[in-house]
């Protein structure tokens, strides 16, 4: 049996996304910035993926941008909106997506920004009351939180993360890459300056993402050359990405409900099986709520054993494809920074289990004997 769970990295592309996808691929090739008749057909299509996109955020279709992927549309965010505005400081934490982490980093390195980390507790939960006292410093921060942690499922409050930049004249920019096809995310209600998606993440193309940038909040262009996007990134448009963008958000969430209740379902299975199972198996930060946690994300820690370092091989051995922590990083075994940011055990074997809606309960079951059979005489530590 062949399992993928390994979703949080990427998904299988939807039939019905392809098949929205394919026409643009073929039948309707023109540039979207020529004039004559190709192009305007393929620009309207464009548009009419930013309605519909717009649409399900709620929110105008100006304020939607098309991008290369999430990486690119934090990038922009943050080091477009620092310098636009002139910001010397920014907030983040320890725990956020290297796309978030590396970039700030490296504007700290140029001198440009001084970096504070905001502190969380043993299970990663952002500590808000850390937050709103780095806040009250005078000098105006860029805050960069994530909705949804890639690696440990830890949901923070964006809602109120917002309310409290609100409050202090910060700019707030939070990566849901994870998050934005998972749950509804009303972009009116969450005082929010820009958010990051990327449409692999719930079964559409590679290669395409979105940044939202609210109305009134101007910022200057990563990528200058042909004044696409209306002069905010230059490039020829990833067209069938872009349509497949708008569709792959669309099916996430005519089938929410259905699709939230049927993963949940799985990861709670995943929970007990191995509980009983594997004595001594524990939980990353907050994955293990299903109430309070990314439902599509496991993130598990098993017992010390002198073959840990073999572990995500001989899953894949055994056909299972999983991942030890964020998989952007691709290929290289450097763990995870967010295990070591809690101080997790490195002597225990961590692997990260991320779900779809294409799971099933007898790969479930298969994963849980199979990491039982690696663990045939583990004891509760």
């Known amino acids: 049996m062949q399992v993928y769970l ?27 910035s ?7 057909q393929t620009r309207s299509a464009i548009e009419q993926a930013r309605k519909k996109v717009a649409e399900l955020l709620n929110v105008t279709p100006s304020e939607i941008f098309f991008t290369s992927g999430g990486t690119e549309a934090d990038n922009t965010a943050i080091c ?25 980093q490296e504007l700290e390195k140029q001198q440009k920004i001084q ?31 994530m909705h949804g942690n890639n690696e440990i499922g830890n949901l923070t409050d964006i809602q109120r993360v917002g309310e409290l930049c609100a409050e202090h004249d910060a700019i707030f920019h939070s990566d849901t890459v994870q998050t934005l096809a998972h749950y509804p995310i009303d972009l009116k209600e969450i005082p929010v300056h820009c958010i990051a998606g990327a449409a692999h993440k719930f079964h559409g193309p590679k290669g395409v993402g979105l940044l939202y940038l609210a109305k009134g909040h101007k910022v200057c262009p990563l990528l200058h050359g042909g004044g696409q996007e209306r002069n905010m990134r230059g490039g020829t448009e990833n067209l069938y990405g872009i349509v497949g963008f708008a569709k792959a958000l669309e099916l996430s969430h005519t089938h929410m409900d259905e699709h ?32 309070d946690s990314l439902y599509t994300v496991l993130n ?9 370092d073999m572990l995500l091989f001989n899953l894949d051995l055994n056909q299972i494809s999983t991942s030890g922590g964020s998989a952007c990083s691709s290929g290289a075994q450097q763990g995870s920074h967010v295990l070591r940011a809690l101080q997790c055990d490195p002597q225990r074997g961590a692997v990260r289990l991320s779900f779809s809606r294409h799971n099933t309960t007898e790969e479930v079951e298969y994963v849980v004997k199979t990491l039982k059979s690696l663990y045939p005489v583990a004891v509760a530590q």
């Open 6 to 32: 390994d979703n949080a990295a990427t998904t299988a592309l939807d039939p019905a996304v392809l098949e929205a996808m394919l026409p643009y691929m073929t039948d309707h090739y023109g540039n979207p």
């Open 300 to 308: 598990i820690s098993l017992p010390p054993s002198e073959d840990n």
């Open 34 to 40: 020529s004039t004559h008749a190709h192009g305007r």
């Open 115 to 145: 970096l504070d980390f905001v502190e969380f507790d043993e299970r990663g939960n952002i500590d808000l009351n850390h937050l709103e006292k780095l806040l009250r410093q005078p000098e105006r921060a860029l805050v960069s939180l």
């Open 260 to 291: 939230s209740l049927h993963i949940k379902s799985l990861k709670q299975r995943m929970i007990e099986g191995l509980q009983e199972q594997i004595p001594g198996v524990q939980f990353n930060g907050m994955s293990a709520d299903l109430d």
């Open 80 to 104: 477009c909106s620092i310098d636009s505005h002139n910001l010397r400081r920014a907030i983040t934490s320890r725990l956020e997506h290297h796309a978030v982490l590396h970039t700030l």
